[in-house]
């Protein structure tokens, strides 16, 4: 029971010093008067501006990020290429880009021109 008594005497000891040293004799500045320092409420009000910035360009970056992948998915990949057959690679480019490719090229010059056709 004395430990108790003791906390709560250490306590309003606390309690007195802050508002009596302190908040009235103007060493804590409170405009709005609620026992709460300005420089506190100053920095939570940053902070919380601050999360609402991180937010905002969160959103921003998953927004362009989700532009990429589908401008990727619209393009092959050397290594999806690599994976068709001379006749088909042929096929994609007079299909896709009316240009007629020459069936004696080896596959590594055909996967270059319809990469390049799809990524120029």
């Not at 999360?51 to 619209?74: C, F, H, T």
């Not at 290594?79 to 088909?88: G, P, Q, V, Y």
Request: charged content about 30%; cysteine-free; aromatic content about 8%.
């Amino acid at each position: 029971m004395n430990t108790i008594l003791i906390i709560l005497g250490v306590l309003a000891i606390g309690i007195a010093v802050y508002y009596f040293a302190f908040y009235e004799q103007g060493k804590i500045n409170d405009r709005d008067g609620d026992y709460i320092p300005d420089e506190i409420e100053d920095a939570v009000e940053d902070v919380k501006e601050t999360v609402a910035e991180v937010k905002r360009r969160a959103a921003n970056v998953k927004k362009e990020l989700k532009d990429v992948a589908s401008a990727i998915k619209g393009k092959p990949t050397k290594a999806n290429l690599n994976r068709l057959t001379k006749d088909k690679l042929i096929e994609a480019a007079k299909k896709d880009f009316n240009v007629d490719l020459d069936p004696s090229l080896t596959k590594s010059n055909l996967v270059n021109k319809v990469y390049g056709l799809y990524n120029s």
